[in-house]
């Protein structure tokens, strides 16, 4: 069964400091990885998507994250915070191609200081 | 395009009472998911739809909830009678069948639901 896990519910940074949010899934067969974002009062909104093409994904908003097959890892990065940044994060698996719905983790809240 | 809308955005019912939800997937998109998330913990899945058919409904929690895509278009989630561990937020996604982006699911705002 897949599973998603993401390391700390809730993140501070400093604007202008790198952003680092982990996730690491299990999965029994090669992953299609996504990071969503939903902000106050928003719906899930797609940051990037891992579909078993290149390992480094460049996402909106200058997110990217890195698929490690050997760490069973999609941890979410970006450089420089902004304060826009400031909203929860999911991490979710996929297997499959066809339709197949999503497991989440359970979600990391960032905040960014001034 | 309009995205996957749901109603209503907030909804605030007695123990006991009915409760219906509404999704309106993107236009065009076969496929249709509702999910959950009660008190802070993970969005679940609940169920499926392949257009008008059921392809999955593995994660409906049990028979108080009925969910419904009449025509393969929008979707409606009866909760029927509404219990207090039925709160939190429900969302709709949809996503294409064929095409590069059937991966990729498309979400609603979600409705939030309270049972007092």
């Known amino acids: 069964a897949q599973s998603v896990t993401q390391l700390g519910s809730h993140v501070s940074v400093s604007e202008g400091a790198l952003v680092l949010l982990r996730c690491n899934y299990s999965s029994s067969v090669p992953p299609y990885l996504f990071w969503y974002v939903q902000y106050p009062n928003q719906g899930l909104q797609l940051l990037l998507k891992?579909?078993?093409?290149?390992?480094l994904v460049k996402g909106i908003n200058g997110f990217e994250a890195e698929f490690k097959k050997s760490e069973t890892s999609f941890h979410l990065t970006k450089p420089s915070a902004h304060m826009s940044d400031a909203a929860e994060y999911f991490c979710?698996?996929?297997?499959?191609?066809?339709?197949?719905?999503?497991?989440f983790g359970p979600g990391t809240r960032l905040s960014v200081l001034p | 395009e309009a995205g996957v809308t749901q109603f209503p955005s907030h909804s605030v019912i007695e123990k006991g009472q009915t409760v219906t939800l509404r999704c309106d997937p993107i236009?065009?998109?076969?496929?249709l998911y509702w999910y959950r998330r009660v008190m802070g913990k993970e969005i679940k899945f609940l169920l499926h739809f392949v257009k008008e058919s059921k392809q999955d409904e593995s994660g409906m929690p049990n028979n108080r909830f009925l969910a419904e895509r009449t025509g393969g278009t929008y979707s409606t989630l009866k909760v029927q009678p509404a219990e207090l561990e039925d709160s939190g937020v429900y969302f709709c996604?949809?996503?294409?069948?064929?095409?590069?982006?059937?991966?990729?699911?498309?979400f609603g705002a979600g409705t939030r639901l309270s049972v007092l």
């Open positions: 891992y579909t078993s093409a290149a390992t």
């Open positions: 236009s065009g998109h076969d496929n």
């Open positions: 979710a698996v996929s297997e499959g191609d066809y339709g197949q719905n999503f497991v």
């Open positions: 996604a949809s996503s294409p069948l064929d095409g590069g982006a059937k991966n990729i699911q498309y």
